[in-house]
Structure formats: structure tokens, C-alpha cells
């Protein structure tokens, strides 16, 4: 009865399904990034997200609207590619280290209302809201 | 491809000159692109939808974290009355949620903190870019769409 066909069906078959299996689940991704578990320290530079500029008036519907400009790094003519992501630049922190404050954000924009720079101190934001949480 | 150019650097940049290329860090270091997406346009819709100016800081915050958002809440927009900052530390475990003065009014305390109990729970399952989003929605569900931007 144990004969090789016997383990053949019985034993080579579902091992070839778990290896299948296994494959597929288990192969190196082309795109796998470390993904956030609780508790792991962060190891990343900060990063500070802004919305998009409403565009006002004529332009094209897609991509950023030449009259903002690009989305861009203070002190940096590159720009960023259709996303609203501004690494921090190691000169920002380096110049507020004796202020303690964060990265400083700024829309390469010609309206008088846009982002802001460490330069334009903007008023104060008077009694601040807001909510903490852990986990 | 380009990896079998990046031979030794000779240039002579010093402290002070801006990161070339090569040294930039890779812009879905930290999320990826689909991700990156997914953030862009709840930023992007819920500011418009409620006319405050939603940002979002993700990174380490300096102790006390409370200050380091607020900080960070002053120079986020040229208005910062009607900004909101949501400020997430993953390595510390801490998420802020900072609101001006005027966006105060929109955002009582008390749908902040609604909406960062909702963060932290899928942060809690390691899921951030799924809890900022769902914040985010939270938020602007609750501060509204104001007449005035209404066509």
C-alpha cells in the first residue's frame, strides 16, 4: 500500500501545493517596504504633507497650475513631482536648531496668499485647539 | 540602472551646499506611491471641502510633543487661525491634532479628539496611512462645507 505512488499523491502533492503557496506569498517584493509595527522606533526623516493650492481661475485641471509654480523647496529650483511631499531640508533644521521648530514649508507661489517661509513670521494663531492621542 | 554610475562622489560640497541627486532620499522612502496618493487627495479635498487648511507632519516630535506641534502648527500656512495640523509620531506613539483659532470654532475639542480615537486605533493595528485618512475625513466631516464655497 505505501508504495511510491502512494506518497507521491499523499505526501508530494500538498507538499507542491504549500511550496506554491509559499512562493507566492513569501517572495521577495519587488515594492515590500518595512511595514509600521507599534513600537518600532522611527527611523525616517520627517516629512510634512500640505494640500494642493485651489486653483483660481483658468489653467489646466491637471498637474499643479503654472500660475502657483511648482511645488517646491525653499532654496531648491527642483520641484515636486505632482505630490504634495516636502522632505525636510537638512539646511532648515541646522537653521532653527537654536528655535526648536519644525521643518518650514513653502509654496513656490507669486499670490500674496501662499505657503510660508521661516522668513514671514505669520500672525499668531491666538488660543490653539486641538487632541492628543497615544497608542 | 543608475547604480552602476554611482561611483565616488568627488564634488566639494560642504555642510552648507544642498543634497545633489543621488543623496535626496527616495520620495516613497517612507510611504509608497499608492499611499502617497491616497494622502494627497484627503489633504487636498478636505481642505477644500471645509476651506480650513489641513497639514500633516509625520516624523519625530520634539518633548514636549504638545509644544514641538504647536510650533510646527505656526508656520503652516500664512494663516494659521484657520489651520489644522495633525502632527503623528509613530516612533514616540503620539498623535496631535493642533487647531487655530478660527478652525477652533469649526473643530471643538471634542471632535478632535473624537477623530484622533479613531487614528489611533488603526495606528494601534499599524495601519497610518488608513488612520490619517479616516482622521482626516472625521475632521472634515465635522467642520462642514461653508456657504461661502459654495458655488
Known sequence: MFDAEWYLVFAGIPLAIVAVLALLTLRPGKDRRPRYKPGQPWQHAPVWFEPHPAHVGGGSEHGPAAAHGPAAVPGSGTAALGSSMYPEQPGERALESGHGSGPAVATGTARPVGGATAASVPPPAGPLGGARGTW | MTRALDVESHDTASEGTAPSRTEEPRLDEVFSFKELARLDEALTMSSRETGLRFTLYVGELGTPTRRHAEELHARSGATPSDAVLIAVSPGQRV?????????????????????????????????????????????????????????
Open chain 2, 95 to 151: 498623535v496631535e491634532v493642533v487647531t487655530g483659532a478660527g478652525a477652533a470654532r469649526r473643530l471643538p475639542d471634542r471632535a478632535c479628539a473624537l477623530a484622533v480615537l479613531s487614528m489611533t486605533s488603526s495606528f494601534g493595528a499599524g495601519d497610518l496611512v488608513g488612520g490619517i485618512v479616516n482622521g482626516l475625513r472625521q475632521l472634515s466631516d465635522q467642520a462642514g462645507h461653508p456657504a461661502g464655497l459654495r458655488p
